[in-house]
């Protein structure tokens, strides 16, 4: 930037600075792209999306248009408005509409469109007129060619003769259809035409009614006018207002749209975007060409970047202002326009007539006549009329030539509207120090603040205050935010830190609530209110250490504040600093003994430092003594954590007296109610969520759980199926579609479940174990292996991937690897599900040495689980130790007392122990209580009973079964499929001393000849016991196909 004297004239300034701007032409290229002089030229969708507020006129007109096509009534429309006011768009909307949309199709072909330019320059007489409305059809007529060279051809010979010849014409080929005109600047081609020619084409339209016309122009003029011109009362006047503040804003944001610039669409919705836009409209006054024109500044955030593009709009716009200030002939309009131009509000007529020395009487004439040419702008008040420009822009053509100042007072004004006062100072204080005194920018920026100084009022904070109201009304927060913060940084005042801060946090946004207060505390330090909300921000955006420090603060000053003793207990919970927690409320229940959230953290407190009886006997107290809804839900969560399921359930009940919609005790008390299996209690508790929320996923989850509960196993797969179509990307909804296909046993549906679930969270190590199963169950071995390995891999600490990897190596037959593996593990961060899978596993691949080490710390890890006793006392009659499985299978019995499973295990340690009668007696009593076939884990067991036992007397077990069970066909089916359960663990090699099972079976064959399914299965298991003692394949082929068939798939799958 040159610098320059401050007596330097603005014109010289200009010429200066105009020659530092960068890219001048790319500047202008880009406004001319705007269509800033030529909306005519949009694309339609353009045009379309660009229409603000004038919806109803544009509608208006094209069903005028409809109405003169498809009746003989027709209409003659005069838009009236000033330069830059829309008419242009308006015209070339009503065109595209009529000609290319689908609305006018079905009557396109019963009108012609005459789209006359929006100035015709060659237009001297009517013959002119005639010529160019047929010029402007000849592109849909292009038969009208060799008839224009005609009438050109007789101009020569007669004027009158080819007049003649174009009116003949025009009227031949509209014929029967409609003549829309459409053209602009309706005075200047009357003007054009002349009196004779406005006479001629009057005469026309009322002998050849075919023309619609819809026409522009700037002001009223006397040929419409007058009463004694003939087009007097001829046409329907529409005059067309300026924008508004709103419609201006909407006209801006479409813009930016239309040219793909969200940025600044929303730029334009903000505060202080609406702020620049005031300051817009206070130099554009409305006026749509020159909210085009100045919408590029809105983002123009330093003063080097407003100055440059401001000048440059300016060099663009000079020759078009004064292109029009010569078009005003008269010397006194001329001087009156010259006063208004450096005025910047409106003026009363003496006020002007005495500025502009004229007396007012002429003053006033001459002014009525600038209206009526829309030159400016009048407002009447009272008896009294008021003038301004009427396009605001016009005052630059004065103002650029104007040798007496050194800036362009409209400039000075855009920078008062753009920048607060401090802004200002502030730049001027850079050109200071900077040594830029006498630039232009510097120059323009003394000005604005000389004008502040003078008047002290500051209008882009006015229009900030506005913005601020305005978000109020309209509930905007996160504008509130936006504005008052904006303020406060300018103005400094506490009313607007207090409003900025409330807004943010009534939004939640806590990171601004924390830059605004400590902002606002380093002009009001001492004020307590701020350091708490600071602290109280701080713990919401989970930096619980600075909280502490301002509650700390704040309590040193104010030692009684409840609320910050309350949230300092909440910052030290966070901190896990739970004995100062239990200090910290028992100094808020000093202050206020009915302190509900003090009971709440004290028992959360007492909870983590491991004391759970006396958090959950300190929450029941609380409860008793303080029945709200807060102490009773706290209570019914700490019961659901300790699954004191009754507790809890009383709790939620006890809430839902007090408030029966409450969302979370009827959530807590499904999940409860599902716990104790009460399964038709859960679907009456979700009907009544369903009722307050119809969509809520936690009661579909559970209601789906119920139902399986219910044994309604298909009702629940198809609410859970219809579920996952309503809600095909939530989590939960494939996860309870994948258990209730895993309780149905549909694992082809449990597997697509689990892909979807997979699908989602790709990371979740639950899903991926699932996965592992569920290929498992299938037999897909190679699959299984490979998601084992896959899980291992993304879960390199957990024991569960690891024991999932051992299960499915053993599964699919590697089981040296599998049981190498398995020797490797440390159990003690497993689950016990999968410990349990393991072993099960092991057992039966019959590495029973594997099995029992993991059998021994399994029990160590979960000492209560029934699933692992249970196999613990397995392996210890394996391994012949009666007295410690007796004493494990007391227990069970004490855990699980109806577990059948239980029963015939003790009855298998009683016969290992104390002989077969005793354990025979057991196991007799189970049968007269229960069908040892409803269940076939039963039955394996009975089969090892039967292996145990008859290691002593093998022909007397079977004389001793056939003789004392009370016998019938289901017998003969359960001791057949006992039977053929030996046969298995024989071919594992877990059954004792085959050889004395050869010699016993031998003697046995007719025990059973009345029971043919047991001597079935008595034949098959002789045959397997020779192959194992020989491996001689003979007497398998004694057996029957099937029966062989069946022994063989056995043999083979080990």
Known sequence: MCHAHPGRSLRVLLAVDQAELEEPQIVNQRHLTSSRYSPGNLAPDALERLLVGREQLVEELTQKVRKSVTSAHKHYVLLVGPRGVGKTHLIALVYHRIASTEAFSPIRGKFLVAYLNEEEWGVA?????????????????????????????????????????????????????????????????????????????????????????????????????????????????????????????????KKAELEDRPDLARFITTPVGRARIRAIHHIAGGNHRAYIVLSDFLTRETLNELVSPFLQMVDDLTPYYQERMRHITSPLQRKLVDYLCRQRRPVPVRDIARGALVQQQSAAKQLGELAKAGIVQRTPRGRESYYELAEPLMRIC????????????????????????????????????????????????????????????????????????????????????????????????????????????????????????????????????????????????????????????????????????????????????????????????????????????????????????????????????????????????????????????RACDQVLTLQPGSH????????????????????????????????????????IAALCGLERRSEAMGEARAWTEQEPERLLAWRSRLETALDLGDLLEARHALREARRLDAADLELRLLEISVEGQLEHWPEAIEAAEQAALAFPGSTDASLARVWALLGGRKIDAGSALAGSLDLRSSSEDWLLEVVRRLREVGDLPTRDRFTEGAVVQFPDSADLLYEHALALVDNQQYGRAEAITNRLADLRPEDVRVVVLRSLVRTSSAGLAQGWEVLHRLLENRALDEDRAAERLAALFVVEASTRSPASLFTEIRDKLPWSSQTDAMVARAIIGVLALLVKGNVRNPPRWAEALRTVDDVFHKAPKTRMAIRMLSAAVQFVETREIGPLLELPLEQRSLLMEEIKSQ
């Not at 000849?138 to 010849?165: K, N, T």
């Not at 003949?168 to 005109?181: H, Q």
């Not at 504008?479 to 913060?485: D, F, I, K, T, W």
């Not at 009544?688 to 969509?695: G, I, Q, Y």
């Open 398 to 649: 004065i103002e650029i030539k104007d040798n007496r100042t050194e800036y362009i007072r409209t400039f000075v004004d855009l920078l008062r509207h753009w920048f607060s006062s401090r802004e200002l100072e502030k730049r001027h204080h850079e050109r200071v120090t900077g040594g830029e005194i006498g630039s232009l920018d510097h120059v323009h920026v003394r000005a604005a603040l000389e004008d502040y100084r003078r008047n002290r009022t500051d209008p882009f904070l006015e229009a900030l205050k506005l913005e601020v109201d305005r978000c109020h009304a309209e509930q905007d927060l996160p504008g509130v935010v936006e504005a008052a913060g904006r303020r406060a940084e300018e103005l400094g005042e506490f009313a607007d830190y207090r409003e900025a801060i409330r807004a943010s946090e009534q939004i939640r946004n806590y990171g601004k609530a924390v830059e605004l207060c400590r902002a606002a505390l380093e002009r009001y330090p001492d004020d307590s209110g701020l350091v708490f909300t600071l602290a109280h921000a701080l713990l919401r955006l989970k930096q619980p250490a600075s909280a502490l420090v301002e509650f700390d603060r704040l309590l040193a000053r104010s030692p009684d504040d409840v609320r910050a003793w309350c949230l300092r207990g909440d910052a030290l919970y966070a901190l896990a600093r739970y004995d100062e927690v239990l200090v910290n409320e028992d100094r808020v229940l000093s202050l206020d003994p009915d302190h509900d959230h003090s009971y709440v953290m004290k028992v959360r407190a007492l909870y983590q430092l491991g004391q759970k009886q006396a958090a959950l006997e300190l929450a029941e107290v609380h409860a008793d003594r303080y029945p709200s809804a807060t102490s009773l839900l706290s209570l019914a969560e700490l019961a659901m954590e300790l699954e004191e399921n009754e507790i809890g359930l």
């Open 664 to 703: 979370d005790a009827l959530c807590h008390r499904g999940t409860l109610l599902l716990r104790l299996r009460r399964y038709d209690d859960v679907l009456q508790n979700e009907a009544r969520l369903l009722a307050l929320e119809p969509d809520h996923w936690h009661s579909r989850y559970l209601r």
């Open 125 to 253: 007489s009517f013959l002119d007129f005639l010529l160019v409305i047929l010029r402007s059809l000849q592109a849909h007529e292009p038969a009208l060619e060799p008839a224009l060279a005609d009438i050109q051809l007789q101009f020569e010979s007669s004027a009158e003769r080819a007049r003649d010849a174009a009116e003949e014409l025009l009227i031949r080929t509209v014929g029967d259809r409609t003549l829309v005109l459409l053209c602009e600047n309706l005075s200047d081609l009357f003007g054009a035409l002349g009196a004779e020619g406005q006479a001629r084409w009057r005469a026309m339209v009322q002998q050849h009614p075919f023309w619609c016309v819809i026409a522009t122009t700037p002001s009223l003029f006397f040929a419409i006018s007058r009463q004694t011109e003939p087009f007097y009362g001829f046409f329907t006047i529409r005059s067309l207002d300026n924008l508004s503040f709103d419609a201006a804003l909407e006209l801006l944001r």
